[in-house]
């Protein structure tokens, strides 16, 4: 995955979790409870795939310069 679709699927994720955590805390939809952690879990796993396209875009610049 290049890292501006990383970055754009963090983003969707964040905002996927912000509403249906608002939705679950505002009006105690249990369902909304379900996809706000699943929003998490996903956020989990695209932030540490954009923590190892970082790192491995610094140690590239590192090792041409």
Avoid: P
């Amino acid at each position: 995955i290049m890292s501006n679709e990383t970055h754009d699927a963090i983003m969707t994720a964040i905002q996927t979790y912000s509403e249906e955590n608002g939705k679950f805390v505002e009006k105690g939809v249990k369902a909304s409870a379900t996809r706000a952690r699943k929003a998490l879990a996903e956020l989990s796993k695209l932030i540490k795939a954009r923590r190892k396209e970082i790192q491995e875009v610094k140690n590239a610049a590192k090792t041409a310069a």
